[in-house]
């Protein structure tokens, strides 16, 4: 079965500062998908990443996806404290019809120090 | 447009009780997943269903779970004879498309927190 390791598990940033969350499968990424979760509250849907080298961005936060290296990172630019929240990776385990479960990483929970 | 609705959003039982935590989609969805997320573990996928239909429910336990998405009504998740392993934040998800195929975009509800005494 497929394993996603997010890293780090946790980050502690400077209001401003850059940061870069990344996502490791254990099998082949066929879809990869972000999402942002805040204690006691349901997942908000970030960024879908489908083709190896995609990179996809939605105001200050990007995302990228290395097919090759089954690898994910998510990057915020000049974080604000309203990033704060713990960050989920999930994919898609294979192509075609018939996947229809999400794989996620635990989570990488993010602080921004005002 | 309302977005996944899940209630209760806080559940308590004791153990041997029975929880029931339901999920209403999106508007115009058909499809909707129930996973769980275990205290310090990452999102678990249970179950999968179509409107009066089973798809897939490779991740529900076999036993004391049972998950159903009527013709008229919100999909529900029933737990019986809960057990305290059973404390579990469960989210429902749902998409207008299959997500099989890597289309559809999951939109997650805020989830049920089931905790059992």
């Known amino acids: 079965s497929q394993e996603l390791e997010q890293s780090p598990q946790s980050l502690i940033v400077q209001e401003g500062k850059n940061l870069t969350i990344n996502c490791t499968s254990s099998?082949?990424?066929?879809?990869l998908y972000w999402y942002k979760q805040k204690y006691g509250e349901g997942l908000i849907f970030l960024m879908m990443?489908?083709?190896?080298?995609e990179e996809k961005s939605h105001e200050k936060i990007t995302a990228k996806l290395d097919e090759k290296k089954q690898q994910s990172s998510l990057h915020i630019t000049a974080s604000q404290p309203s990033h704060a929240g713990i960050y989920l990776c999930?994919?898609?385990?294979?192509?075609?019809?018939?996947?229809?479960?999400?794989?996620f990483g635990k989570g990488t929970k993010l602080s921004v120090i005002p | 447009n309302a977005g996944v609705m899940q209630n209760p959003r806080h559940l308590v039982r004791r153990r041997g009780q029975e929880a029931r935590l339901r999920c209403s989609p999106m508007?115009?969805?058909?499809?909707v997943y129930w996973y769980r997320q275990l205290p310090e573990e990452g999102l678990k996928f249970m179950v999968y269903?179509?409107?009066?239909?089973?798809?897939?429910e490779s991740g529900m336990p076999k036993e004391r779970f049972s998950a159903e998405f009527p013709k008229e009504g919100p999909s529900i998740l029933r737990i019986q004879q809960v057990v305290r392993g059973d404390s579990a934040a469960y989210f429902c998800?749902?998409?207008?498309?299959?997500?099989?195929?890597?289309?559809?975009?999951?939109?997650f509800g805020e989830g049920s927190r089931l905790t059992v005494l």
């Open positions: 998800a749902s998409s207008f498309k299959s997500h099989g195929g890597n289309t559809g975009e999951l939109f």
């Open positions: 099998k082949t990424l066929y879809g």
């Open positions: 990443l489908q083709k190896g080298g």
């Open positions: 999930g994919a898609d385990g294979a192509r075609g019809a018939g996947s229809y479960q999400l794989t």
């Open positions: 508007k115009g969805h058909s499809h």
């Open positions: 269903l179509q409107k009066e239909n089973i798809i897939d």
